[in-house]
């Protein structure tokens, strides 16, 4: 069931409806009681010119005129005498006597009205004293018919039901439909996520308009986005993981089987071996350095910052490498004029600036030129590593740093790498608020640098 909409729908109506019902009651008394008091008002008024006709030019024939202009179905007229004894009276006077005895007895000494109650009464009535002389006094007393007044109400109670009745109908539709329109969305937006949450991401939801509806919507279609691509990259990677296992592993049953073989001199058994001693050394690394990235993904590990001088740190670690670039007839320069501290994990800041030291060997031709500089810029330590070897391509530089990457695999393997040292060397950088560019033209060197 559509709840929400239904919830809406009954809140709105409610009130509305509330709101309305009240209206129309304050309207409908105002109105009755404006023509009762209009009514009312005309009564006093012709009763009032009557007496002051009567008054100004007293006679049979003036009484008589006054009788006359009365005649009609809804209202009356009477002119008594001081006692209350009836001088004339238009017709229909048999209903009307018994109400004479209102006037009969009291002294009305103005105008007033005499029976007000125009619900159940079958007339209002309205009294006016005249005098002409002291032994010529006595009333002009008017009568209403209320039935008209009565039809008037019963009228405008009808108008007010079918008016109540329609907009209750209208606003209910009106609301049905509202409801629906703005709980659509938020149905679609529900079952995507279901969707989402067994598992299924390819959800997608319409553009919707700029408000906070769009946002959600736009957020979840985001998410779900973020969650496609993540599953896919988690595809790529677990199958470039298992190849990358599977290549050391093929090599070490392979030529274990074949150092198995009783033929085989002692010299030969010996290379085989150290083959496969090599290609598990690549395997212990690969999953050491797999083990890093997760730690490192699941935010597990810790940088512990501290304060030291850059340059004897440097200087440690250019001796610990400088021998396997003269393996290779590589040149090394430290360059670091000034010694100044800097804020970083040591431990950490040692495998990145090794990693990149290896990268910059690995990709350099023989005899070539490396170098490792270091300065401080704008409160930022800035360590700089060059290097004038193979070069990355334009397109590749940005991809690099992905786990398991490697621009030319074939060639990479050859290198010995993995493709996982750039991703680690990111991490770490990242988890120091630091950041890291590379600079590169294919064939003429790169230069990583990194400021933390
Ligand atoms: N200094 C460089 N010059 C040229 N290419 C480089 C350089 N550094 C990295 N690359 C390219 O970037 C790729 C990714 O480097 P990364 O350090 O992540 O992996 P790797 O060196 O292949 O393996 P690993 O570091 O895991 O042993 C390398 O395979 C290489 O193609
Ligand atoms: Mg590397």
Redesign the pocket.
Known sequence: MNRISTKLTLCFFLVVLFLEVILMFYLHQNMMHTRVQEEFDRLMTNGKNHRDVLVENYSELTIHHIVMMEKNENRNVIITDKDGNIIDHSEHIKLLEDKLLIVNGQKIEMDEIIIDDWKNSPYIASAHPYEIDENTTGYVVMFQNTSVLQQMVKNMNLHFAIAGATSVIVLFIVYAILSKIITKPLIRMRDATEQISKGDFDVSLPQLSNDELGELSHSIQTLANDLNRMKSERNEFLASVAHELSTPLTYIIGYSKVAMRDELDKQEREKYLAIIAEESNRLK?LVK?LLDLAKMDENSFTVTKERFPIKPFLEKLYSLVVPSYELKNIRLTLECKNDFEVEADPTRLEQIIL?LL???L??SKENGQVILQAFQNEHKTIIKVI?A????AQEEANR??EKL????KS??RE?????????I?KELVDAHDGTIHVE?ELGK??T?TISI
């Open positions: 690394v350095n990693n290896d990268n910059a690995k990709y290097d070897g193979i070069g990355i690099i740093f990457y490697r621009v030319e060639r990479s290198f010995g790498g993995s493709g996982l040292g750039l991703a060397v590169s060197g790169s990583f």
